[in-house]
């Protein structure tokens, strides 16, 4: 339920196992020699668990690797359904597809899928051929809703504006997906 205090506890355990792991590897070395050796000061944190590589950065200093804390993880909390909401009606058509659009947004694949769909499109809203960028943002929408059978595939998907997608469910406006141009990835140039 809290993470940030499981996270904590996890990185004090963490902890000490590599303490005792040290004094196991070295018993006839001081506490102060232990500490120079496997733990560092990065920035404002004390006792960074870290190992020099043997390669050189670019400042000419040694590349470390450091050991993450558990505690770094960003917490992401998890947004409760609407108590009314329904998937199978249609009038809660739009409030599932924001919730999908959050989804794909906080996914690694689902970043992917949104590209694709923006590079697809050139970059612009379906309905009013303005650019989406992160400014205007986006909604992700369904050409055939999910209560009449529609999936969550790429080809079932377009991006909008928010505005554009509120005149869509609220007119019952018909959107298309653009036709495929030519090139695997438009607007993207090759590095050679």
Known sequence: ??????????????????????CRRHPCKGARWIRARYFHREVARHWVFAADTGELTAEGKPRRLKLRKASDVPIRRHTQVHGNANP??????????????????NALSGRGKLIRLWLDQDRACIVCQQRITAATGWHVHHIVRRVDGGSDAWSNLVMVHPDCHRQIHSRGLTVMKPAPKTGALRGLSRVH
């Open 88 to 105: 199978f009606d249609p009038a809660w058509e739009s409030y599932f597809e924001d919730r999908y659009g959050l989804k794909m947004a």
């Open 1 to 22: 339920v809290v993470s940030k205090k499981v996270y904590g506890a996890v990185d004090t355990a963490i902890w000490q196992a590599l303490w005792r792991w040290c």
